[in-house]
């Protein structure tokens, strides 16, 4: 079975600008969650997706955004990018069992100039 | 907000010794996850607890889960260089978001 795959892995943006991340879920995972890592800290909970509808969302204001796919892979969208912004993001997929069995990809390293 | 704090947050060993790594919080979680993640790679699952008091190994590695459901720890015997890396301790309230402790970056020097 494949893991989950995420791209691009590294992306440098200037100020202001707009970015999408994209994720592809492991096989038979439904539910996609974000989260964002700043450098020597824990992640942090952005959103989840779950059959493509948001199904909560962490302390991230409105310019954070995704989308989830028919075939569950996802995208996070970030607006008007901010130089705290830059960070690791991490997705993880799951099979919807209230907290178990995730699966994390490598990540998308963002840095904002 | 960090609900799950970690200690120690920095550790430096030699191989061969033993560690413990604790992971607190005074909010009680239906799950408590611990993850081992490598730089520039995403955390890697290494145990889920569910149950006050429970205890599960896996090969040289601990986990326990505090009675009341608020603490967990993390027991490592004869430290290997390969156990070097960053350790994360993550709670779960039954609603699939994972809270993430503040971390352990664990360095074992050969």
């Known amino acids: 079975e494949t893991g989950v795959t995420q791209s691009p892995t590294h992306l440098i943006k200037t100020r202001g600008q707009q970015v999408t991340l994209r994720c592809s879920s492991q096989?038979?995972?439904?539910?996609v969650s974000w989260y964002q890592q700043a450098l020597g800290q824990g992640p942090q909970f952005i959103f989840q997706?779950?059959?493509?509808?948001?199904?909560g969302r962490g302390n991230f204001p409105p310019r954070f955004s995704g989308l989830q796919f028919p075939n569950y892979s996802s995208e996070l969208n970030v607006n008007a990018l901010e130089l705290d912004d830059s960070a690791l993001y991490l997705c993880?997929?799951?099979?919807?069992?209230?907290?178990?069995?995730?699966?994390f990809g490598s990540g998308t390293r963002l840095t904002v100039v | 907000t960090q609900l799950l704090e970690q200690s120690p947050q920095f550790l430096s060993i030699q191989e061969g010794e033993n560690l413990t790594v604790y992971c607190n919080s005074s909010?009680?979680?239906?799950?408590l996850q611990w993850y081992r993640q490598e730089p520039g790679e995403g955390p890697v699952l290494l145990v889920t607890?569910?149950?006050?008091?429970e205890v599960k190994k896996l090969k040289r590695l601990t986990f326990q889960f505090g009675d009341a459901r608020k603490d967990s720890s993390l027991h490592i015997t004869a430290a290997q260089p390969g156990d070097t890396g960053l350790y994360l301790c993550?709670?779960?309230?039954?609603?699939?978001?994972?809270?993430f402790g503040t971390g352990t970056r664990l360095q074992v020097f050969p």
């Open positions: 997706y779950y059959r493509e509808e948001e199904n």
């Open positions: 993550a709670g779960s309230y039954n609603t699939d978001k994972l809270i």
């Open positions: 607890v569910v149950t006050g008091g």
């Open positions: 096989s038979g995972h439904n539910t």
């Open positions: 909010s009680v979680f239906s799950s």
């Open positions: 993880a997929s799951s099979l919807r069992t209230g907290g178990y069995g995730y699966t």
